[in-house]
């Protein structure tokens, strides 16, 4: 069916030209949409078209959809799209049931999510193509709209060039930008040297040498003191605070298949002098998602072995060092790059534990059947990897994963997605006999949740909306619900303790900080973990230490963006310019160190992103170095100031840094 954009309704928005097969629309800075009325008129399952967004930074596009009556959609489509550059779109309506967060991208499309609650076809009164809220309008040309039930076999991309031979956009001018291999040379150069922390306190580990807390047990612990304020503590015995960039490698991996023909100049995949910057095959993000074929290059390293030929990666280590410890960085964050277990001496880092154990079914997203025997098996061959680390006295401690992607959802209760899900899983089985046993008989079931289930067996069948059908339900699946987070918890950290006792157990770095049934499990870890996108930390710290959490609290990642340097998306928060970045840095750090259960924060991350795009579309510009190793000078000199009072705001011996950066709406997806 062809989208006529004449038959659309538009809010917040102004039509600058509308036609059968195309329009442009002015789209309201508070998120303005247009709607596309022939949705709700047909089963076909592709929304398929060009969007071009006549801008010069990149814009987060948003698939609205509304129930009846309501003012605010129950779940939205929210995708990234270049500025300038024509990109077809093909949108996804089966992922109205919100069985992912994340999808695979196709040419041209940055980034794409699903967020909301899980609605079916027949529910969604209207649907709306529009932009999230941005700082001014924005003005959108979309053309040749169509549904359908093929997705499309080709996704051409604009025949211009918008990347230069050093992997910068082409499209803007800013500070550091590099446009020579002289001045490339020449800036490097300037940065080689020996690494040192810049205060005479720090000891190697970049602990505070002059607070001993405990005596030390040649690796990193944690301590709560008489004052009620945890910390951690470096093998030495002393204070320590972990802060530093997740992501220290060399570049962030720059996505091109699709994109070959809009870059200046790309090396010879084919020369064995540069074939080590490519990695091409398939990748499966998600246990749920189909495999995806890419191919990425690292322009980062390409640009430094233009400049140092074979020696390229020990510059980089060299420069990198020196940089970060320079600057009173004494951590890496997830996915450090380092000197990470090589027996030199490092920077102390954490990391992830890869491939945490999953189950052939899955309950709901990623969570698996949590109460079998294989989710155990698997679990144990999993801890098994902890080996080639456990010696390794650099290592902070180890993070079970990364953002599960069920919590995405708000206000989750597992125990209806297990009632819902039709395999016969232990879950399942669990939950019946749970309820069993709190009721005895159907009928006193029955009568609890104002039923009318023939035999405990109708459990067994999938019942979709448990919860929404049976409110008075709530307290049993929730309960239950806690128990299934408990175990999944529980099972991996139990079998990692077995296989390495001195390293901490980091937690799952938790997307968010907001249902109280996700805290549970917490007692089997060491340090509690989330990674919190707000300017202040501390409702997310309160929220963990309310919940009843009395562990350490690490925020995994935080960041911001501005659009006065090389790219054209600012992240997950956004600021006016680099002062701006600098002053969030220095209020979120502080704010963490400042509270009683803070012990480190982690930006995300080291390097910006990729102009078109890292694996899966994120173009975001929030690297303390830019893809030619160009720092930020204004959110470096933030990161020193910070680390000069870091060990007396932890001890509550000076203020955190109380000014609030001034914000603008995200350019994120």
């Known amino acids: 069916m062809k989208i006529d954009w004449t038959k659309s309704e538009l809010r917040d928005a102004v039509m600058i030209m509308a036609g059968e097969d195309e329009c442009m629309v002015k789209l309201g800075s508070a998120g303005g949409g247009i709607s596309i009325p022939q949705l709700t008129e047909t089963k076909d399952r592709y929304v398929v078209g060009n969007v071009e967004i006549m801008e010069d930074h990149s814009a987060a596009m948003m698939l609205r959809c509304f129930e009846e009556g309501q003012d605010k959609e129950k779940l939205y489509l929210r995708f990234g799209v270049l500025p300038q550059f024509p990109t077809r779109i093909c949108l996804d309506l089966q992922l109205l049931d919100n069985g992912t967060i994340y999808t695979n991208r196709t040419p041209g499309l940055l980034k794409l999510v699903c967020h909301g609650q899980r609605m079916e076809r027949e529910d969604v009164a209207h649907f709306e193509l529009g932009i999230e809220k941005v700082f001014h309008e924005v003005t959108v040309r979309l053309s040749h709209f169509y549904t359908t039930n093929t997705m499309p076999g080709e996704f051409p991309v ?204 899955l309950i709901f997203r990623d969570f698996p059947d949590v109460l079998s025997e294989e989710y155990e098996e698997n679990a144990r061959a999993y801890a098994e990897r902890l080996k080639e680390w456990k010696d390794d006295p650099w290592l902070i401690g180890y993070f079970l994963r990364n953002e599960p992607e069920f919590n995405f959802v708000e206000n989750l209760v597992i125990a209806d997605e297990v009632l819902r899900n039709p395999a016969p899983t232990c879950c399942k089985r669990g939950l019946v006999d749970f309820l069993k046993e709190r009721y005895e008989t159907i009928t006193a079931l029955n009568a609890a949740w104002e039923a009318d289930f023939q035999d405990f067996t109708d459990l067994e069948k999938p019942i979709d909306g448990c919860l929404g059908r049976f409110p008075e339900a709530e307290d049993d699946l929730r309960e239950y619900s806690v128990f299934l987070v408990r175990e999944y918890s529980r099972v991996p950290a139990m079998a990692c303790r077995e296989v390495d006792s001195d390293h901490l157990n980091l937690g799952l770095r938790w997307s968010k900080a907001n249902n109280r049934g996700m805290m549970a499990g917490w007692e089997y870890f060491d340090v509690f973990s989330i990674n919190c996108y707000d300017f202040d930390p501390t409702k997310d710290m309160d929220f963990v230490k309310n919940a009843g959490v009395d562990l350490p609290i690490l925020m995994g990642e935080f960041h911001c963006g501005a659009l006065d340097r090389g790219l054209t998306a600012t992240g997950l928060k956004g600021v006016p310019d680099q002062k701006q970045r600098a002053e969030m840095y220095r209020h979120y750090v502080e704010k963490v160190a400042s509270h009683p259960y803070g012990v480190g924060a982690h930006w995300f991350q080291y390097n910006d992103q990729f102009c078109l795009g890292r694996f899966d579309g994120e173009n975001y510009q929030i690297g303390m170095v830019d893809i030619c190793m160009q720092p930020s000078v204004e959110l470096m000199g933030a990161v020193k100031e910070t680390a000069a009072v870091l060990y007396e705001v932890k001890n509550g011996e000076k203020d955190a840094f109380e000014t609030e950066p001034l914000s603008i709406p995200m350019i994120g997806y």
């Open 158 to 361: 604009p025949d211009k060039k918008v990347v230069d031979e050093f992997g910068q956009w082409k499209g803007k001018e800013w500070p550091g930008k590099i446009h020579s291999l002289e001045e490339l040379k020449e800036s490097l150069k300037a940065q080689e040297g020996m690494a040192e922390y810049p205060f005479p306190a720090w000891n190697r580990w970049g602990g505070d040498g002059n607070r001993k807390l405990k005596e030390g047990t040649g690796f990193f612990s944690t301590l709560k003191t008489s004052d009620g304020r945890w910390h951690l503590v470096d093998p030495e015995g002393c204070d320590y605070f972990s802060m530093g960039p997740c992501g220290t490698r060399t570049g962030d991996g720059c996505r091109i298949d699709g994109f070959e023909t809009v870059c200046d100049k790309l090396p010879d995949e084919r020369d064995p002098a540069w074939s080590e910057f490519y990695t091409e095959g398939t990748r499966q993000r998600t246990a749920y998602m189909e495999p995806e074929y890419f191919k990425i290059l690292n322009f980062a390293g390409v640009n430094l072995k233009r400049v140092y030929g074979d020696s390229w990666k020990e510059k980089w280590e060299e420069i990198a060092m020196r940089f970060l410890k320079g600057s009173g960085i004494n951590s890496q964050g997830n996915f450090p790059g380092l000197h990470v277990n090589d027996g030199h001496d490092s920077l102390p880092y954490v990391r992830e534990l890869p491939g945490f154990p999953m189950t052939k079914t």
